[in-house]
């Protein structure tokens, strides 16, 4: 997906760690957000931000949380992972009337 | 926030053209309809979206129903490649990002 780059791709924690996922983007968007996708499930919001400075909650914000210093980059931080937080995410920044473009995700395991 | 409804499977031959329904019936006047599919182990792509005509592009047909409640992607001629989970969300035209994805279309294509 040209243009998203979310890091790293796998990642396996112990209950308990912290970390930060990563996600930049040269598309110059304002919007960005993170989704969790559960197995077999669609997609969750977590959080999103409409420009540098401002974030929001989205549908499942607990256990993580994000900032937007800049127009590229929306890292999303986990603050203590736990199992439930077993999941991949995709980072997807969106202009105003454009879609929105996921990254390929990271794919989280929490042990 | 405004549903969408979409059945959870369907199967084509593949050459053959696919119709997936999607009914959405608390629409509002200013909500698009977009379309979504994510390959096995991807993130989300962008397949079309529209208001209230009909919509071509290289990838699908989008037929939307004069009422608005409900619409269709179309797949002309179904590929293996198209084999994916297509999701029908309802995206407000104001500064509204937060997508809301329910569990979609697995779409199996049968050689």
């Known amino acids: 997906n040209a243009g998203v780059t979310q890091t790293p791709k796998f990642q396996v924690l112990k209950t308990g760690q912290s970390m930060t996922l990563q996600c930049a983007q040269d598309?110059?968007?304002?919007?960005m957000s993170w989704y969790r996708q559960d197995p077999g499930m669609g997609l969750r919001l977590i959080h999103y931000?409409?420009?540098?400075?401002?974030?929001d909650q989205g549908e499942v914000p607990n256990g993580y949380n994000v900032s937007r210093s800049t127009t590229e980059d929306f890292p999303l931080r986990l603050l203590s992972a736990a199992p439930s937080q077993t999941s991949v995410y995709f980072c997807?920044?969106?202009?105003?009337?454009?879609?929105?473009?996921f990254g390929d995700g990271t794919r989280l395991s929490i042990l | 926030d405004a549903k969408t409804t979409q059945p959870n499977s369907m199967e084509s031959n593949e050459e053959e053209p696919v119709h997936l329904p999607c009914n959405h019936s608390?629409?509002?006047?200013?909500?698009?309809i977009h379309w979504y599919r994510q390959l096995p182990s991807q993130g989300p792509e962008y397949v079309i979206h529209?208001?209230?005509s009909n919509v071509n592009n290289r990838m699908a047909s989008l037929a939307i129903a004069e009422d608005r409640k409900s619409s269709t992607l179309i797949l002309h001629r179904a590929t293996l490649r198209d084999a994916a989970v297509y999701y029908c969300?309802?995206?407000?035209?104001?500064?509204?990002?937060?997508?809301?994805f329910g569990a979609g279309t697995t779409v199996t294509v049968r050689a």
């Open positions: 997807a920044p969106t202009g105003e009337v454009q879609p929105q473009h």
């Open positions: 598309m110059n968007h304002e919007y």
């Open positions: 931000s409409v420009g540098a400075g401002i974030t």
């Open positions: 608390t629409i509002s006047g200013t909500d698009y």
């Open positions: 529209g208001l209230t």
């Open positions: 969300i309802l995206r407000p035209r104001s500064n509204d990002y937060k997508l809301s």
